[in-house]
């Protein structure tokens, strides 16, 4: 117990000199990483509405004007038509597949990123509430 004791004393000692702050950041960087995300942001837009990203010229936009109906903010969730709790990118690869007949995006495909992106900045201020229906 005394060594136990000893090792707590010891690790809490050198924490205690190292700085547990975050990372600073300056009012450029945040003007940057702003426009940058909002970029993300209008890419999404494109890619939402654009009539290529299946093969049926339907488009996102249309069963979801403006990201109407999507709820990232929901996921993860059970998801009916999966038949499991999925993630939003999940989710977003089964109606490229099924309603827009395309082909599954990569999660780390840049438009993923700009349709999560998109769909999230759509519903911005609305409370987190995972596995929501």
């Given at each position: 117990?005394?060594?136990?004791?000893?090792?707590?004393?010891?690790?809490?000692?050198?924490?205690g000199t190292t700085s547990l702050t975050a990372d600073e950041f300056s009012n450029k960087n945040l003007k940057h990483w702003k426009s940058e995300y909002q970029f993300v942001v209008k890419e999404g837009r494109k890619v939402f509405t654009n009539p290529r990203l299946g093969s049926n010229t339907v488009t996102c936009n249309e069963c979801h004007p403006n990201a109407a109906n999507t709820h990232p903010e929901t996921y993860p969730k059970f998801q009916k038509q999966l038949g499991k709790v999925v993630t939003i990118s999940e989710m977003i690869n089964w109606c490229i597949a099924n309603p827009l007949e395309g082909k599954k995006m990569r999660l780390s495909d840049p438009r993923m990123t700009a349709l999560i992106a998109y769909i999230t900045e759509e519903r911005r201020g609305v409370n987190l509430s995972p596995g929501k229906h």
């Open positions: 117990m005394k060594n136990i004791l000893m090792s707590v004393a010891v690790i809490y000692g050198l924490l």
